[in-house]
């Protein structure tokens, strides 16, 4: 291994432009991915904040006693899929229209029945906010005598959920094709490498030295260009991102771990587009 470490760094030191170009490409190659993974995480930000609201409200007869209605939200807490279950009177339910509605405060003086019924509202676990558990819930609270009506925006959650179920299969159409015009690009630079390399692996061939002997310090090379484009993918989302953050809406960055996974993702990359391109280049010669 201290031999292809050698070699490699030999290689670096004898063509650093084209080294440098080799990463420069693979760097491109990843800043899609990266721009890619960049958009497809706060769209997933998105989704899962409107995910948040997603609750079933059942709305109470005014006859409804304390007694039943705490069972009522004992009984529902047990639910699967439930978080919460938290009742307002219609005490509460009137403060809440002041404070959310400027034109209920202004007239509210004047009322002299509070026209607002008490309610039950149904939150629920994450992961667990989906259009069954939904459905489920709303038909179990609908069962009490004394709810009067159970409202969950039917057509919304459904669409809610269209829209994340499309979400992941596009995320995965077009995050398999970037995958593929990465390796592409990545494959092509490594080639041009070994095919600048040639007449050194000839040679070695000549002189008796193994496949696995002359694959190896390519293969050390190509990962370290791989890395190194990764790093650049890295700085060039990274800048992207601050760009749009500034100067046209808020973005969260990618978590850490994406960062790494992505570093990672070009240094194997490099590698085996290196080892692919030196193995068609032994069969060759």
């Known amino acids: 291994m201290a031999h292809a470490f050698r070699e490699a760094a030999s290689g670096f030191r004898r063509a650093p ?14 800043t899609v991915l990266g721009l890619f993974a960049l958009v497809a995480f706060n769209l997933r930000l998105a989704v899962e904040d409107i995910e948040e609201r997603v609750e079933v409200v059942a709305y109470l007869r005014d006859s409804a006693r304390p007694v039943e209605i705490e069972s009522a939200v004992q009984s529902l807490r047990g639910l699967p899929g439930v978080e919460d279950v938290r009742f307002f009177s219609k005490a509460q339910a009137l403060e809440r229209a002041k404070e ?16 607002f019924p008490a309610s039950l ?41 269209l829209l994340r179920r499309m979400g992941a299969i596009t995320s995965m159409i077009l995050g398999g094709a970037f995958a593929v015009v990465a390796t592409l690009i990545i494959g092509t630079a490594i080639r041009i490498a070994v095919f600048a390399r040639r007449d050194e692996i000839f040679i070695m061939r000549l002189v008796g030295a193994r496949d696995g002997l002359i694959r190896r310090p390519f293969l050390i090379e190509g990962a370290i260009t791989g ?16 760009a749009v953050y500034h100067f046209l809406f808020e973005l969260e960055w990618i978590p850490q771990s994406w960062i790494g996974i992505g570093l990672l993702v070009g240094l194997i990359f490099g590698a085996m587009a290196s080892s692919l391109a030196v193995r068609r280049y032994l069969r060759e010669v």
């Open 100 to 115: 959310e509605l400027p034109e209920i405060a202004e007239i509210s003086g004047d009322l002299e029945v509070n026209p």
């Open 121 to 161: 509202e149904i939150r629920f676990l994450p992961g667990s906010r989906t259009t069954e558990s939904v459905e489920a819930v709303a038909a179990a609270v609908s069962d009490f005598s004394f709810v009067e009506d159970v409202r969950y925006g039917r057509e919304w959650v459904e669409r809610l959920f």
């Open 17 to 30: 432009l084209l080294t440098g170009l080799s990463a420069f490409m693979v760097g491109l190659a990843l």
């Open 227 to 242: 890395l190194m484009g990764g790093v650049l993918a890295t700085l060039l989302t990274w800048g992207t991102y601050q």
